[in-house]
Structure formats: structure tokens, C-alpha cells
């Protein structure tokens, strides 16, 4: 049963450009959630999606940043014009309902240049 | 509003026993969360709690208080590979979404 599954695992992006940060959840969940983590700090929760639904949005900037968890496909964490700012190391996570412990993907690494 | 707080860096020694503190302010109270994560990897979940007491499995065990609002995560017989961040977690009490509320992480380095 393949785990939680990020891609790409690295990406480099200059300022201005648009990061698409893909997240498979492991099979049989349908809740996903989107994180961000910077250097020392602790991991902080971006959104949370159940299929074609964004249920919580709260931790998102509502500018440049979106998500969506298509009927079919992988949940995408779109930022666009990124900044410097936006570097980061950002964690996909997925559990079969609300209630469950959630599993991380190995997340994606944006460096924005 | 949302506080967790666990020390920044801890140091132990191999075969030794560890305790990782984690205290919690949160709005509400769903369950309480630890995660291993090593440099540049993803978290692992390790345990969880909602009602008070310890929690067992293997080397590590959890233990809860939320009338104190108060965590530790006990690691027994260091292993070097036990060298990483333990993350904790607390999910607040809301209707209808359940985003974790994680500290900013204990860096345990284990030494010969």
C-alpha cells in the first residue's frame, strides 16, 4: 500500500513564476491536508480538503494561494508570482475521515530564487 | 487562541530514557498527537491521546493530562537512529474541520 506520495520533490522557481505542488493521498483516503514548514519552526496548517470540497481554508494567505482536490487526480497546491518568502518546505498529509491520525507525504522543497 | 510549547533541542545518551515535555493551550481539546521527524523527511505519526493516562507501544509511550494541559512523549533504550525532531500535535475542539496545531518540535540528539 504505497504511502502518501508528493511530487516534484525539489522545486526551484524565480520570483514571479507559478509553483504547482502536487499531493496523491494514500488509497482509500479522502481527506487531505496542505502544510508549510520554515526553517525552525514548526509545521503550520495551510488548508484541508475532502474531494472537490476545501473544508478549511483559515491557515491559506488569500492571496496567490489556492487549492484543489479534484474528483480524479492528485490535490494541488497552487501559488502563484511567488516571492522569496514562499521558500519553504511544504507537507502533504492524508487520513481516511475526519477523526483519523494523518499520514505525510515527503513533502515538496520550494526554493524561489 | 492556539499555544503549544516543548523545549528546542535535548540531548541523551544511548540506552538511556528520554522524556519530551509538550504543554498545550488550545480552544478545546480533540486528541493529542506525536510525530518523529527526521532532517528532511516527513513526519511519522507515533501516538496518540484523548483520554488521560499513558499510552504504550514498544520503547515509546505518551501520557496526557489535559487538566493540565500537558503531554511527554518517553523514549526508553536510546537507539542513535532515535536522533530527530519529535514533533507534538493538538487538534482543537471545532465543528466541522480538524486542522492539527503543531508545536515547533523537540530536537533530540542521541550520543554514544
Known sequence: NAGVMQNPRHLVRRRGQEARLRCSPMKGHSHVYWYRQLPEEGLKFMVYLQKENIIDESGMPKERFSAEFPKEGPSILRIQQVVRGDSAAYFCASSPGRFYEQYFGPGTRLTVT | ?112
Not at chain 2, 67 to 92: F, T
Open chain 2, 1 to 112: 487562541g492556539q499555544n503549544i510549547d516543548q523545549p528546542t533541542e535535548m540531548t541523551a545518551t544511548e540506552g538511556a530514557i528520554v522524556q519530551i515535555n509538550c504543554t498545550y493551550q488550545t480552544s478545546g481539546f480533540n486528541g493529542l498527537f506525536w510525530y518523529q521527524q527526521h532532517a528532511g523527511e516527513a513526519p511519522t505519526f507515533l501516538s496518540y491521546n484523548v483520554l488521560d493516562g499513558l499510552e504504550e507501544k514498544g520503547r515509546f509511550s505518551s501520557f496526557l493530562s489535559r487538566s493540565k494541559g500537558y503531554s511527554y512523549l518517553l523514549l526508553k533504550e536510546l537507539q542513535m537512529k532515535d536522533s530527530a525532531s519529535y514533533l507534538c500535535a493538538v487538534r482543537p475542539l471545532g465543528a466541522g474541520n480538524t486542522p492539527l496545531v503543531f508545536g515547533k518540535g523537540t530536537r533530540l540528539s542521541v550520543i554514544a
